[in-house]
């Protein structure tokens, strides 16, 4: 292939390779293509913003050579980069300036409304009863004649064409979570199953969480009424290299897709700036340009190849790679000392809970021996009281025990009492005394039995209710003369009587227990 004295064969096999591009793209000869690739230094993109630009007076060479490309339209720019990403670059991805990536929030077209204001309302009225009851009138007309409509439909079908309408689909409106799940219902029933990871939320939602989490949001977006959407969709988006691509977990993709028919899907596209199907887009974080924008890394317009698909969004991820794994790392580090600080919060927690604990135990033992302390010296102290009450008592009662009858009264009572010592003793008692004078006698019989006369006057001690800690039992047959019964001692013994002193066991119980301790 030789034209004007141009040998094609002694290009380089990049240099054929530009001109083929820039043939493509100008249909231009190559006698006229060579010339101004050689000004351009073979910079395919450079030679087709000249070819469309018109070339500058400046020196082409110089300006080839520079660092810094020449202002051009970013649209313009953009289809090139898209367009051709074999070819070479002329400045790094760090100098790229990359497009704000808009967050659209969807409002449903059953929900816009335009309200006018109050006093165009007022105004406009009478009119809008004349046109209500005009359009009621035409609709019967055309009910009674049927031909009528049709007719004005073909006179005003080339003006009707021009004009555009707002979801002529017939698809009912629905929230963003629901219009994802039908896009994804829809795409299964057309193509089949797939293993496309499609999210199942809105556009906002999607954009959110790569923002969050520093991922790369996949736009793809389709339209049923292009002739390319189903060879697209069946070669380039379901073919295995692109699929594993997408799910690849290192890669880090986001993929929402929809269907432009759809309210949220064709506002996406409006701020996209999307004017051919399908339509593939790489939104990503861009931290040279701000902390918290979100850039366009790529497009991809229009049917596109697998393996040229897989290497433009390659393309776009190598553009934000290296900024945005700084941005991971640093988040990484943050969130590495965030845990470690929690842990060391919350192992000081445990530890102080601990400490607290122990304190709590130790403080409840010294408040227990404390308690328990205090309650031995109460119950010493009770001890003390009852043995000097009983003491009081047993003094005061002996002092009121009548004497023992002499020889001359005949109505007495003989009794031989046997001591828990093993003492026995035998006295005399009057017979109406009560049998409460026998127990008393047996509780103070020491102190009767003393030769100190008590000197002063002992008084019944007071809050005091002496209890007896024993009974008078008959041995044979065996009897026990309770107290609680009453009655006089004749009554109770007779004449004489033989008895033991027992103690209750009440007193036996706390005898074992004075023993154990």
């Given at each position: 292939m030789a034209d004007a004295g141009i040998d094609i064969a002694q290009l380089t096999e990049d240099q054929q390779l530009a001109l083929q591009q820039f043939i493509a793209v100008t249909d231009q000869a190559p006698a006229a293509a060579v010339p101004l690739l050689q000004r351009c230094q073979w910079n395919v993109?450079?030679?087709?913003?000249?070819?469309?630009?018109?070339?500058?007076?400046?020196?082409?060479?110089?300006?080839?050579?520079?660092?810094?490309?020449?202002?051009?339209?970013?649209?313009?720019?953009?289809?090139?980069?898209?367009?051709?990403?074999?070819?070479?670059?002329?400045?790094?991805?760090?100098?790229?300036?990359?497009?704000?990536?808009?967050?659209?929030?969807?409002?449903?077209?059953?929900?816009?409304?335009?309200?006018?204001?109050?006093?165009?309302?007022?105004?406009?009225?009478?009119?809008?009863?004349v046109y209500s009851l005009l359009s009621k009138y035409f609709r019967f007309v055309g009910y009674l004649f049927p031909i009528l409509p049709r007719t004005w439909t073909r006179l005003t079908a080339g003006t009707t064409a021009q004009t555009p309408r707002r979801n002529t689909s017939g698809r009912r409106p629905l929230n963003t979570r629901d219009t994802a799940a039908r896009f994804i219902r829809e795409f299964e029933e057309e193509y089949g199953s797939h293993e496309l990871p499609f999210f199942e939320n809105g556009y906002a939602q999607a954009f959110d969480l790569a923002k969050k989490e520093l991922k790369y949001l996949m736009i793809v977006l389709v339209s049923p009424e292009h002739d390319m959407t189903t060879s697209f969709v069946r070669e380039t988006l379901l073919a295995p290299d692109v699929v594993n691509f997408i799910k690849d977990p290192e890669n880090k993709i986001i993929l929402w897709a929809g269907n432009v028919q759809d309210s949220e899907a064709f506002q996406v596209s409006a701020a996209l700036n999307c004017t051919k199907f399908p339509f593939t887009s790489l939104i990503a974080h861009t931290p040279q340009v701000s902390s918290t924008s979100m850039g366009i890394a790529i497009r991809i317009a229009g049917p596109t190849p697998p393996g040229q698909y897989i290497a433009k969004l390659q393309q776009g991820i190598q553009a934000v790679a290296e900024p945005l794994n700084r941005v991971r790392a640093q988040r990484a580090e943050l969130q590495a000392s965030r845990n470690l600080r929690e842990s060391q919060n919350s192992a000081y927690e445990r530890s102080l809970a601990l400490d607290r604990e122990r304190a709590r135990q130790k403080r409840e033992a010294e408040e227990r021996k404390a308690r328990e302390e205090k309650e031995a010296l109460d119950r010493e102290a009770a001890k003390e009281k009852e043995a000097l009450n009983l003491a009081q008592w047993r003094k005061w009662r002996a002092t009121s025990i009548a004497d023992e009858p002499g020889p001359d009264v005949k109505d007495v009572v003989r009794i031989?009492?046997?001591?828990?010592?093993?003492?026995?003793?035998?006295?005399?008692?009057?017979?109406?005394?009560?049998?409460?004078?026998?127990?008393a006698f047996v509780e103070c019989y020491d102190i009767l039995q003393?030769?100190?006369?008590?000197?002063?006057?002992?008084?019944?001690?007071?809050?005091?209710?002496?209890?007896?800690?024993?009974?008078?039992?008959?041995?044979?047959?065996?009897?026990?003369?309770?107290?609680?019964?009453?009655?006089?001692?004749?009554?109770?013994?007779?004449?004489?009587?033989?008895?033991?002193?027992?103690?209750?066991?009440?007193?036996?119980?706390?005898?074992?227990?004075a023993d154990s301790d």
């Open positions: 993109q450079i030679a087709i913003a000249r070819f469309f630009d018109g070339e500058p007076a400046t020196d082409p060479v110089a300006e080839a050579s520079s660092s810094l490309p020449p202002p051009q339209d970013p649209r313009r720019q953009e289809t090139l980069l898209n367009g051709f990403s074999s070819a070479p670059r002329s400045s790094s991805s760090s100098n790229r300036r990359f497009e704000s990536a808009p967050r659209i929030v969807p409002q449903p077209e059953s929900q816009i409304t335009n309200q006018a204001p109050l006093l165009l309302t007022i105004l406009f009225t009478p009119f809008s009863l031989s009492l046997r001591m828990p010592s093993g003492n026995r003793i035998v006295r005399k008692f009057a017979a109406e005394k009560p049998i409460e004078e026998l127990y003393s030769q100190e006369p008590i000197s002063e006057k002992v008084f019944k001690p007071d809050d005091f209710e002496h209890e007896y800690k024993f009974k008078l039992v008959s041995p044979m047959p065996r009897e026990a003369y309770e107290l609680s019964a009453g009655g006089s001692i004749k009554d109770r013994i007779g004449r004489s009587g033989n008895l033991i002193v027992e103690r209750t066991e009440d007193d036996d119980d706390e005898g074992e227990i």
